[in-house]
C-alpha cells in the first residue's frame, strides 16, 4: 500500500492504530507512552518513505477539523494495494 498523504487526527489511539495495523496492513513504528497520550507513529510495510503520527484530536481546530469533514462526509481515508481497493470513512 502507498499512503500518499495523510491526516491523522484521531479519536482513539489504540483504537487507530488497531485499523490502521489489522485491517490496512501498515506497521508500528515509534509508540512513546507520554502520559495521557502516546506519541504513536506508523508506515507502510516494507517502506520507509512516510511515517504518519496518529495524533489525538484533543486541540479544539482537529476536533472541529474532524467534525466538519465527517459533516461535509468527505473521504478521509483512501487505501490502493494489489489485493484490495479501499475508499472509506473511518470513525477513529
Given at each position: 500500500m ?34 495521557e ?14 511515517e504518519?503520527?496518529l495524533?489525538?484530536?484533543v486541540h479544539?481546530?482537529?476536533?472541529a ?5 465527517y ?7 483512501a ?7 479501499l ?6
Amino acid at each position: 500500500m502507498d499512503i500518499k498523504t495523510a491526516r491523522t487526527f484521531v479519536e482513539g489511539q489504540s483504537k487507530a492504530l488497531t485499523l490502521y495495523t489489522d485491517i490496512l496492513g501498515v506497521r508500528k513504528v515509534n509508540d512513546i507512552d507520554l502520559g495521557e497520550f502516546r506519541w504513536l507513529t506508523a508506515s507502510t510495510v516494507g517502506s520507509d518513505k512516510i511515517e504518519f503520527p496518529l495524533k489525538p484530536n484533543v486541540h479544539p481546530a482537529a476536533k472541529a477539523y474532524q467534525e466538519a469533514i465527517y459533516a461535509d462526509a468527505t473521504l478521509i481515508t483512501a487505501a490502493d494495494t494489489k489485493k484490495m481497493k479501499l475508499s472509506a470513512r473511518f470513525p477513529c
